[in-house]
């Protein structure tokens, strides 16, 4: 790469919808987790007074939804298909012949591919280490058994981009977690790609049911709907509210927010590679985030003019062009090392290292949902072939949460057979601290196993 | 046991506390899980009236307490620590020395349980296989780095019976996964013995503040508190609410409802060791569950007699008796068979298994948050001795929730390294699946991978 004439200091042109920005400025606006909620936008806001009254927030919305749907069962869930998905008379369920059908229908390329995505994914959770285990160490047999959870739905997002994907990156660590029974959700009239990749992964009970109505219909059961234990899967905000209403009565993989790519690139990467991964990005969402960080101006200059030159015939022009205005940019970083602590900072969704030396900075990372080490390992690999699942946490969940895995489809029981010997020998310790914490009857149940007398 | 006369085909006398029951009245009735919340009593209502506004509910109450925490810091803090607490003015952090004075201050008995708990509860989690891994086999390296989460915020009820035990069920496993910063809240004016066993599990920062607000303060951070990347531990109905609220900006370890213990027993089980464990369970709190299953009358019989002798001088008896009348029973099973499939179906938090061959019964268990095998292995031992963390899923979630282990306290990120052969065989098939879900700047980027045309 040369030298080239840039924009001026703030590298920018007036009306470009990729800024190059310092790392203050990236702080203080893309770079910042906002520690609550964004407002809602107004559109969304006057949407629902329409159907739902005046001054309706969206979480009131759902929980009316759900309220419905968990009293009303099966008619309960027609009338909110029919209302808010314009589809009368519905019946949800989708019949094995009908998959088997979606399946045959597929080119053979797709097909292929879709195969080639089972397999990696399978191939790689069953790799994951998730078993049960005991010790006798410590008097007796102390353990974990980890048990597949019985009845699991994932939901799978339709609307203008259908994700058979997402339906494989949920379906297949479940099933290598051993779950029994799998379901699928989706909303009505699903794409034949989502059948047909419900029936490569074996899933059990496919509906058409989408939003709150059919994480509702999920948690609670309707009459044709058997409920379920567990709900995974990433959905637009109702759907993210319903899970968030029904947890605890059912398990959730997490809360998913738009998506987020940190690309941090050095003078070895190739700028139109960079500048394709931002713009796969931002085709997903107008609230998406695709964000390039790099120590070399000479770099981002060159990923800026090449993000501008694919715009110009680019699909979903005025999507991509929104994201990468409002919530993308190109940061400068005084060098690699400060480009790697904003993101352990941002805790991204993705984060893509396109720089020499990548394995050893990939060791420095402490927040991401999922690290793709060399441009060759590219986001888009990851979200359909490279084997570990692409759902993964969003909004600086990374802190605490992490991609879905085997591990969000097993629970564990703690298993506690002391030896009597241990039993004695422990319960007088037990005792003593139950007393302190004023509990007699504990108390006197530890005292009847160290031989004491019958209280 | 000899057959001795009974109180009647019922089994119970009128009165009686603990009433004997057949399967099918206890399915509709204490074994039955009503799959949404309860009704709040109506006390509570009026409680909340008073303070918050006429109609005011739990959630709406908890929300506004969140919200000034949020937006009003410690100030914020501090009014409703006066509010609902009644201690003003009150600098919430504990110092180091009064932590190690509360220690100092310990009876030698009493110090020497605790750190007999914190070594058996460190050295059962030290044991649980938790570790990054990858593989070599799919081309490059793929794999899930496990990373510790930065900041653990731990919840520890006060009030009536200080809990110092469920700091340690927390602490110790927070320590063992590597968790960099361990903060406790508990109420105003903590017990000495929660502070010194903070002391003992090295807790590095402890707050005194209580129910929602404290759950808001640990979430959003106060000019004192720094914020917390995930929360664990039990409290009361407005810390539960309050962690319900904050959950997606930090994680939690779920939704804790009241306790509740299942044991099953046979004729070789001991009717007096057996009551003893139901009455340790109901003085925990008038909503606990204390339900016995067995095959045999006469041990039904017995286990009810005993309990009965023995509340005769039991501390807290009102509460004891509430719980063993309202949510509490035994139940005459068929068989064992039936009893454990009965204790599946329920999902309990703790499952005792006082039976011949508890082993091979402990097997079959599908759903419990803890399997106590054998009567030497009795509840109370787990809540203080055993090793694993007394932390455990209720009311049911042990369909898919886990006790708290070394897994809450660490994250996953999936490492995605392909080499560059693996990479250009890949990329024609992401793009394949790309186009199909109609994303053109997903597949552009894949195609580059493949040393396709520069689009």
Redesign the interface.
């Known amino acids: 790469m040369t030298r080239q004439g840039g924009a001026g200091a703030g590298g920018a042109a007036p009306g470009t919808p990729i800024r190059i920005v310092d790392v203050e400025t990236a702080r203080s606006s893309i770079l910042s987790r906002r ?2 909620d964004a407002d809602y936008p107004p559109a969304l806001l006057r949407g629902l007074e329409r159907r739902f009254g005046a001054r309706t927030t969206p979480e009131q919305a759902v929980a009316r939804i759900v309220e419905e749907v ?1 009293s009303g069962g099966a008619a309960a869930l027609a009338r909110w298909t029919a209302e808010l998905d314009g589809v009368e008379d519905l019946d949800p369920r989708v019949h094995a012949a009908e998959l088997q059908q979606a399946l045959d229908g597929l080119p053979g ?2 097909r ?3 195969l ?2 089972v397999e ?1 994914v399978r ?2 959770h069953r ?3 998730v ?1 049960s ?1 005991t ?1 006798h ?2 008097g ?3 353990g ?2 980890v ?1 597949p ?2 009845r699991v739905g994932i939901y799978v997002p339709g609307g ?6 997402s339906l494989i990156m949920a379906a297949i660590p479940a099933r290598v977690a051993g779950v029994e029974e799998v379901v699928v959700c989706t909303p009505p009239r699903p794409h034949p ?1 989502i059948l047909a990749a419900a029936r490569l992964c074996e899933v059990d009970e496919v509906y058409q049911a989408g939003g709150a109505q059919a994480i509702a219909a999920m948690a ?2 309707t009459e044709a709907i058997a ?1 379920v ?2 709900i995974v899967g990433a959905g637009n905000l109702f759907v993210t509210l319903a899970k ?1 209403q029904v ?5 959730i993989d ?2 998913a927010g738009p998506t987020e790519t940190l690309v941090i690139a050095d003078e070895t990467a ?1 700028p ?2 960079a500048a ?2 931002l ?2 990005q ?3 969402d107008v609230l998406a985030t695709a964000i390039l960080l790099t120590p070399s101006r000479e770099v981002a200059e060159a990923v800026q003019r090449e993000v501008e030159r ?1 715009l110009a015939d ?3 022009r005025e999507q ?1 062009e929104s994201s990468l205005t409002h919530q993308s940019g190109i940061v400068v970083t005084p060098d690699i090392e400060t480009a790697v602590a904003l993101a352990n900072d941002f805790g991204a969704e993705h984060l893509c290292l396109s720089v020499a030396d ?2 050893r900075w ?1 060791e420095q ?10 441009e ?14 692409h759902i ?2 969003t ?1 600086g ?7 879905v ?1 085997v ?1 969000d489809f097993v ?10 010997e241990t ?2 020998a ?5 005792a ?3 007393r ?7 108390a ?3 005292d ?2 160290s031989g004491g007398d ?2």
């Not at 302190?436 to 504990?442: C, G």
């Open positions: 520690r609550h968990r390329a797709l292929r591919a879709l080639r995505s990696r191939e790689f790799r994951q280490p078993a285990w010790t160490e410590l007796g047999t102390l974990q058994r048990i959870i019985r203008s981009a259908p994700l058979p994907s790609t609670h059961g409920p234990d567990k968030r947890y605890g009565l059912v398990g997490g809360l190739d139109a590679w394709a991964d713009l796969a931002a085709e997903h694919r680019i699909d979903r991509v990548a394995e990939a990372v402490t927040s991401a949902g999922g690290v793709f080490v060399g060759h390992s590219c986001e888009v690999l990851g979200d359909y072939v490279a084997g570990p699942s993964m946490p909004g969940t990374a802190r605490f949460a992490s991609p895995n591990l629970k564990i029981s703690s298993v506690i057979a002391l030896d009597a039993s004695a422990l319960a007088p310790l037990a003593e601290i139950a302190a914490e004023s509990l007699t009857s504990h006197a149940a530890a009847l196993r019958d209280v």
